[in-house]
Each structure stands twice: as C-alpha cells, then as structure tokens.
C-alpha cells in the first residue's frame, strides 16, 4: 500500500512563509516522482511542481516560479515545498501526488496516488 502524508499547513500572515512535507511510504522516490498540488475554494485544481527522485529535475508551473521552491530526500522518501512571499490568493489545500515514472508533468491524472492534503491559509 502507498500512503503520502502532507503536513506543514496553517494559518501565515500575508508576506510569511511556509514549508510543507510529503512523507512517502510503501512508495520508493528514488525510482518515481511526486508532485504538488493545490485547491482554492471554488476553483479547480491547478499543478504547482514536480521532482524526479531518480534524477532531482525539477518543474514549476510559470505562475509558480520565483515564490516557490521543491526539493526531496531520497533516503526519508520525502518531498518538501517551500513557500515565500505567501499571497491571500495562495490559501488553498495543498496535496501530493506520486507516479512511478521519470517524469509526469502537472495532469492529475497521471498521478495514482494521492495524499489526503493539508489546509494553508494567508490573511491577516
């Protein structure tokens, strides 16, 4: 069974920063890639970036780029986002998502498995 774990989420100030994690288990990074996305009350869900365990390549979302940051530990099967400069636009779920595959680009639906996400949320 493959289970991913998100946490990190909570209540930031506008401008603050946050590092979410995605615990992997019963899942090897080092041969497949995860991704994160995120979920905005009443809108659908966008792809932010993804990592290749096997090779550290990396994608973001141009809307993503310079705010955002992925990174992984191969050896604790864990995936980090961090996040600057954080927006009241920013607050949404955050999910990952995992796929034995070198690289899976941001369709959700190249992703079969999924963790149950965790809530961010930017206001002052």
């Known amino acids: 069974q493959v289970q991913l774990v998100e946490s990190g989420g909570g209540l930031v100030q506008p401008g603050g920063s946050l590092r979410l994690s995605c615990a992997a288990s019963?899942?090897?990074?080092?041969?497949?890639?995860i991704g994160w996305f995120r979920q905005a009350p009443g809108k659908e869900r966008e792809g932010i970036s993804w990592?290749?365990?096997?090779?550290?390549?990396?994608y973001y979302a141009d809307s993503m780029k310079g705010r955002f940051t992925i990174s992984r530990d191969n050896a604790q099967n864990t995936v980090y986002l961090q996040m600057n400069s954080l927006k009241p636009e920013d607050t949404a779920v955050y999910s990952c998502?995992?796929?034995?595959?070198?690289?899976?680009?941001?369709?959700?639906?190249?992703?079969?498995?999924w963790g149950q996400g965790t809530q961010v949320t930017v206001s002052s």
């Open positions: 990592i290749s365990g096997r090779a550290g390549t990396s």
């Open positions: 019963g899942f090897t990074l080092a041969r497949g890639t």
């Open positions: 998502a995992a796929v034995y595959a070198v690289a899976a680009g941001l369709n959700p639906r190249n992703y079969p498995y």
